[in-house]
């Protein structure tokens, strides 16, 4: 049972460029989560999913753009990478009632 | 605005001894609570939660309390282990999604 895996796990962009994290949960959650953590910081909420055509908005969404087609997959999408991007993003899901189950991690620098 | 607050960046206790991490948050509309256990390059891990019906939560060597006039919960971690050196975040928020995540607190037991 893989969880929720995340890809890439490294990643370096140019400013400007654009790239897509992908997040697949093999567990039937229908909620899915976007978060960045910042160096001394909490995780801050991107975007977020309660089932399959469904997303909105968190703490943090500006830069960024996600879809939800499957119950598997959450991809984030970043489409003019900025510096102030570079972070470590965590994907996770989970059922309602329950603790979050996160990916592993995608550390992202934007240069 | 930084809704749930974990003011310790860091603690240190000797093996066997209680750990205490402490958390506030602002929010009075939060009703649901969790803490996560974050090694280094994994994602969170989720340890224990609470809901505002209670006033604690255990599971083994955790507990968690909660007093929502003083908007503080803390996690216990009695004896505490050299393999719990992790950091431990705080997390708030209603019905379990759009949960707001404290800085975190780096515990160090040492044997």
């Known amino acids: 049972n893989a969880g929720v895996t995340q890809t890439p796990k490294f990643r370096i962009l140019k400013i400007g460029q654009s790239m897509t994290l992908q997040c697949a949960q093999d567990?039937?959650?229908?909620?899915m989560y976007w978060y960045r953590q910042d160096p001394g910081m909490g995780l801050k909420l991107i975007y977020y999913s309660v089932g399959a055509g469904i997303t909105d908005k968190g703490e943090v969404p500006n830069g960024y753009n996600v879809s939800r087609s499957t119950t598997e997959d959450f991809p984030l999408r970043l489409e003019l990478a900025a510096p102030s991007q570079t972070s470590v993003y965590f994907c996770a899901s989970s059922v309602v009632g329950d603790g979050y189950t996160f990916g592993s991690g995608t550390r992202l620098t934007v240069v | 605005d930084q809704q749930v607050k974990q003011n310790s960046p860091s603690l240190s206790v000797q093996e066997g001894r209680i750990s205490i991490l402490n958390c506030d948050y602002t929010n009075s509309m939060f009703d649901y609570f969790l803490w996560y256990k974050k090694y280094p390059a994994e994602g969170p891990t989720f340890l224990i939660s609470i809901s505002s019906i209670k006033d604690k939560n255990e599971d083994g060597r955790f507990t968690v309390f909660l007093n929502k006039s003083a908007k503080h919960l803390s996690l216990h971690i009695v004896p505490s282990q050299p393999g719990d050196s992790a950091v431990y975040f705080c997390?708030?928020?209603?019905?379990?999604?759009?949960?707001?995540f404290g800085a975190g607190t780096r515990l160090t037991v040492k044997p």
């Open positions: 997390a708030a928020g209603q019905h379990n999604n759009d949960m707001r």
């Open positions: 567990m039937n959650h229908n909620y």
